[in-house]
């Protein structure tokens, strides 16, 4: 996956980077909710897996912010053409690995890989997580026993600038319509509210545009 260089003296956001990457909590999270309805009533009994589905709809939000596709590295800022999703696969010991998914538009081909990588890593030995060489990186998780309010993440520092995506229980509102919390963590340095706006709206688009089987 290709990267190119961002020249800070002609960047329009140079500014707000350098006030942000002063800060030292310069991480923030936005909390929203997705429709699933589709997901739930369609989809699923389709045959579809909600996990992979909602896996495929964050990746196709991620991909259509090219600020949630930037990173810094030192002073120096880089945005990536694409990026892996790392989720946490559940081991039947109760402890979980860390699987690496490349984002595909093309769902049923995302599905397939999907499910083949996540396997994999459940089946391998150790946790396999990043160690600090890669920023290609989106990191995500599911919390399929809560219908959460808010979500933050454990960070190892203020120069942490991947994004965190967390989403929850599928939650019925007893009128027929399904919705499910989705929290994303940023550094300010690279990402403002309105880009995390657009990526709630890819995500929706994407999730309501996966073909029935």
Request: glycine content about 8%; hydrophobic content about 40%.
């Amino acid at each position: 996956m290709a990267a190119r260089e961002i020249d800070l003296q002609s960047w329009p956001r140079a500014e707000t980077y350098r006030l942000f990457r002063s800060y030292g909590k310069p991480h923030y999270a936005i909390t929203s909710r997705i429709d699933v309805t589709r997901l739930v009533t369609e989809l699923k009994p389709a045959g579809a897996s909600p996990y992979r589905a909602c896996l495929y709809a964050i990746g196709a939000g991620v991909h259509a912010v090219p600020e949630l596709l930037t990173r810094f590295r030192s002073e120096t800022v880089v945005q990536h053409d694409a990026v892996e999703l790392s989720m946490t696969v559940p081991r039947d010991d109760g402890t979980f690995a860390y699987a690496y998914v490349p984002f595909e538009p093309d769902w049923p081909s995302f599905d397939r890989n999907s499910l083949t990588l996540m396997e994999a890593a459940a089946a391998a030995g150790g946790l396999e997580p990043n160690t600090g060489f890669r920023d290609d990186l989106a990191y995500l998780s599911c919390l399929p026993w809560l219908d959460f309010t808010a979500a933050s993440n454990a960070l190892p520092g203020p120069d942490d600038c991947i994004p965190r995506i967390s989403w929850g229980r599928f939650v019925d509102d007893g009128s027929g319509r399904h919705s499910m919390a989705v929290a994303v963590e940023v550094h300010h340095a690279l990402v403002d509210g309105i880009h995390l706006g657009q990526f709630f709206a890819a995500m929706q688009a994407a999730l309501d545009g996966i073909p029935a089987s």
